[in-house]
Structures are given as C-alpha cells and as structure tokens.
C-alpha cells in the first residue's frame, strides 16, 4: 500500500487529487516492478530478440551458447577492435590463442596472425574461428593466418621477404571462401624392436645369438665395412642390421580402421643413428652415424593428403617405390600407385584423423637387439 505523504492541514482538493493519483498508482504498480524482467531473467523464446537489441546478432552465427553470448557480449562489445576482444571472442566457441602483430616495417603491417591454443576439433570450426577473430579486431587488421603445432614461416633477407621463391610463404592451407591460412600439426612417436619375422620379411636378417658375424651374414661388402675384423661382435651384427635397412628407403602406410591403405607418404628421413643432438624421439637424441645400431625413420605427410579420412594405424614399407608410369620423387602414393616388394612391418595403432590443413608427423625408432 502506498502511503500518503499530504501535510497534516492539507487541504480538501489536496486530498482529492492524492486519492486518485493514488488509486491509478496502485494498478500500474505491478508493471513498474516487471520493467526489468526481461533483463534479469530472459526466457528462451525472446533471447533471439534480446540478442539483436543488444547489437550481438552479429555473433550469433558463430556462437552456440546464446545465454554465454547475453551475459559476456556487452563486455565484447566494449572492447570490441582492441586484441583483449580476440581472447574474449574466442572463449564464446571455447578457444584461446595469442594474436601475433607483423612487424611494423612490412608493407602489410595489418597482417596479424593468430596461435591458436590447441587443435580445432574438425574443419567445420574454422570459419567460426574466422568469423569471431575477423568481427573483434579492428577495421584495419586483418588475422592472415592462424597456427598450431605447425608454423613454418616465410624466410627473410634483410627486412623483406626472400622473393618470389617457395621460401617466401608462410605454411598453411586455405579452406573454401575464408581467406585465412591454416596451419596445423600433430606428431606422433613410437619406439619399436623388430622381430626376427620382421628383420626376414625386408632381408636384414642376421643371427645374433651366435656371436661375430660370419661372412655369410655380412651383408655388405667387405669394402665398405669400417670395422676391423676382430671388432665384429654381436654390436656390429647390429650395425650391418641398421645400415642394411636405411638403406632400403621407403614409404610409411596410413590405413582405415578396415586395413584398408589410404595413403603412403615417402620417408622424410631414414638413418642409421646413434646417440647426438640431430633427432628427438622421447627423452632420447639421435643423431645419424655410420656405426649406429638403430634406425630413425620419419614421415610428414602434406596438406591435403588423405583429408577426410580417419587413420586408424600406420606401418612402414621398406623398399617401396612409385610404379614405373609415375614420377619415382612422388611423395604421396594412392594404394594403387605403390610397389611394395616386402610385406608391411611394425604396424602400430594410430587414430588421428587427415586434413586439408593438418600436417600429420610419425617418428619410429627401431632397434634390432
């Protein structure tokens, strides 16, 4: 009930016109106290419409929490040009990064890229990503190219780019209509001792149990061997193992779930190693060296190669080449592209999937002991 503030000797009009404002106050009262609601507690059917009014609409293409989208968007939109709107945009589609400024001199200076924190889930996201990044930073600047796990950059002479050359662009795969470059990857690594089946299906064999090598199980010629004769133990069985295999060259095979093959991308690189600072699989270095006991093998596929498909395991062919019709430097072979003279070895479990704008490192070191 409202009160009545009239003075104790008001007059008879006074309080006439304080009993009607009264009376019509009181009716009006209870929509006076909901003005707020839609504000304080919105219902699902009129967020749509509060979205607009608030100027958000313009991320709701791209965002799926909607109630997120109400609650934080005003702060975006206050910062919205400024690099803070970028992370805050970002967490909308639960994401993160660092927007990395080109450096002044450039001639395309408003060319950012950004680092993102982690792999997108799918392709699907990326022109959320885009689309987000592109509304939160300023009319003038444009996120050119965003990166994780693999960011190889332009080279630079002086303070200008290397030309014209391969060497002058950054790493990365354009998607549809997005101007962005993406540039992602995933490495992978295993350590594998090859079994006495596996050292006979690529013709490396050599018995280990008996001692020196004989000549029978010298593979190489004598020439060739730095070894003097008495030193030929059971280490240099290993040694004339690992060279004899790094030097068959080779694919690696990316196969289905089903084992079927997707694909085979040729070995980025296969060496007899030892112990150094060249290659890091693990906690371990290796470095290539001719009296090495293990094999380093390793393969990068391409952007694009076997995109769309999911990789269930993966597996080396030693020996393999391009069948004749075929440029014989082709990196990535179809299954029915490949001669593969031995049987595949080391299958190992790999679930990743390969995209257009993945690259997709494997890392195997094998041992023969």
């Known amino acids: 009930m409202t009160e009545i503030l009239l003075p104790a000797n008001a007059t008879p009009w006074m309080q006439a016109i304080s009993q009607t404002n009264h ?16 504000w304080q507690n919105p219902q699902p059917r009129i967020m749509p419409h509060l979205i607009q009014e608030t100027g958000l609409g313009i991320l709701s293409p791209y965002v799926d929490n909607i109630y997120q989208l109400y609650d934080e968007g ?16 970002l967490g909308f589609i639960d994401y993160g990064g660092l927007l990395e400024q080109a450096p002044s001199r450039r001639r395309k200076w408003h060319w950012d890229q950004l680092a993102l924190n982690r792999l997108p889930r799918s392709e699907e996201d990326l022109p959320r990503i885009a689309g987000v990044v592109g509304l939160s930073v300023s009319r003038r600047t444009k996120v050119m190219r965003a990166f994780n796990g693999y960011d190889i950059r332009a080279a630079e ?6 030309g014209n050359a391969l060497l002058s662009s950054h790493s990365g795969a354009r998607v549809g209509e997005v101007p962005t470059k993406w540039s992602f990857g995933t490495s992978h690594e295993f350590q594998r001792a090859l079994t006495a089946a596996e050292k006979q299906a690529i013709g490396v064999y050599i018995d280990t149990s008996s001692g020196g090598v004989t000549w029978e199980e010298l593979a190489a010629p004598w020439s060739e ?3 003097s004769w008495q030193d030929l133990g059971v280490g240099a069985k290993l040694r004339v193992m690992a060279r004899q295999t790094a030097l068959l060259g080779g694919y690696m095979g990316f196969y ?4 079927s093959m997707i694909g085979a991308r040729r070995f980025k690189a296969l060496h007899q190693v030892a112990p150094g600072i060249t290659y890091k699989i ?8 001719d009296q090495g006991q293990r094999v ?5 596929t391409g952007f694009g190669e076997g995109a769309g498909e999911e990789c269930a395991s993966v597996a080396l062919l030693f020996g393999a080449t391009p069948k004749a ?6 990196r990535w072979l179809l299954p029915d592209q490949i001669e593969t003279p031995f049987a595949a070895i080391c299958s190992q479990a790999l679930t990743t999937d390969l995209r257009l704008t993945k690259r997709t490192r494997v890392k195997v070191l094998l041992s023969f002991a």
């Open 282 to 289: 693990g906690s371990e270095q290796i470095t290539p060296h």
């Open 23 to 38: 009376e019509g106050l009181e009716v009006v009262r209870q929509h006076y106290n909901n003005m707020g609601m839609k």
């Open 296 to 300: 380093y093998v390793e393969a990068l």
């Open 157 to 162: 002479l002086s303070y200008s780019k290397l």
């Open 74 to 89: 005003l702060e975006w939109l206050r910062i919205r040009g400024f690099e803070a709107a970028v992370y805050k945009g």
């Open 225 to 227: 061997v730095e070894t």
């Open 256 to 259: 289905r779930a089903d084992g």
């Open 325 to 330: 019709d075929l440029p014989q430097g082709k």
